[in-house]
């Protein structure tokens, strides 16, 4: 089954403990992209890949890290958390981000918390 | 900068029809896009417009005035299970994704 899947589903962590997000797709797809979500904010854009070794911040980037090193993995990685990265977080992929192929794909997402 | 304006929240009758609108603002771009977001649930693909006009997926149609910056997505039909919040998404030459702040339907019996 095609699908990108996101781990941990749900975290609690504390202010400053280093916590990585894993996320996985298994449909070959180039573009992987983590996202936050807030009330009222829809969807916000952290980081992209293109490929693999191709990152970009996206529009909210502060306080987090990601790497692409195999092209099915994407992790974001936040090396000293705040509570103001209590949100949901969504990892998507698609196969590319223009023409017919720029539909995403988008794991069940991260419920963080942050205290 | 890049902005996209849609109502945010919309009410309508079973078996009605709604129109969710999106203007947008970006530099570069190369379509628009339509999510679908159920209460819990993740963002689901609906539709796509790279070309003015009308597209249309079953109940779901989407069109697209580039001249305009605006598009629109048109549900048919309405459904209670189309009770959802509604996205629309624009994607550029900077290969970046926006969204906008969502639509939050609300179908009524």
């Known amino acids: 089954e095609a699908q990108v899947t996101q781990n941990p589903r749900y975290l609690i962590t504390v202010t400053g403990k280093k916590l990585t997000v894993t996320c996985s797709q298994n449909?070959?797809?180039?573009?992987m992209s983590w996202y936050r979500q807030d009330p009222g904010l829809g969807l916000r854009q952290i980081y992209y890949?293109?490929?693999?070794?191709?990152?970009d911040k996206g529009d909210v980037p502060e306080g987090y890290k990601v790497s692409r090193k195999e092209k099915r993995n994407f992790p974001l990685i936040l090396e000293s958390p705040s509570p103001n990265q209590t949100s949901l977080y969504f990892c998507?992929?698609?196969?590319?981000?223009?023409?017919?192929?720029?539909?995403?794909?988008f794991g069940p997402g991260t419920r963080l918390t942050v205290l | 900068g890049q902005s996209l304006e849609q109502p945010s929240e919309v009410t309508a009758v079973e078996g009605a029809i709604v129109q969710i609108n999106c203007t947008y603002q970006?530099?570069?771009?190369?379509?628009l896009s339509w999510y679908q977001q159920h209460d819990g649930g993740a963002p689901t693909f609906l539709s796509y417009?790279?070309?003015?006009g009308l597209e249309e997926t079953g109940r779901f149609s989407s069109f697209l005035s580039r001249s305009d910056s605006y598009g629109y997505l048109l549900l048919q039909e309405l459904q209670m299970k189309d009770s959802a919040s509604y996205f629309c998404?624009?994607?550029?030459?900077?290969?970046?994704?926006?969204f906008g702040t969502g639509t939050s339907l609300t179908v009524i019996p």
């Open positions: 998507a992929s698609s196969l590319s981000t223009g023409g017919p192929y720029n539909e995403q794909f």
């Open positions: 449909m070959n797809h180039e573009y």
């Open positions: 890949s293109m490929n693999v070794e191709v990152t």
């Open positions: 970006t530099s570069g771009f190369y379509g």
């Open positions: 417009n790279a070309l003015d």
């Open positions: 998404a624009v994607s550029g030459t900077g290969n970046q994704f926006y």
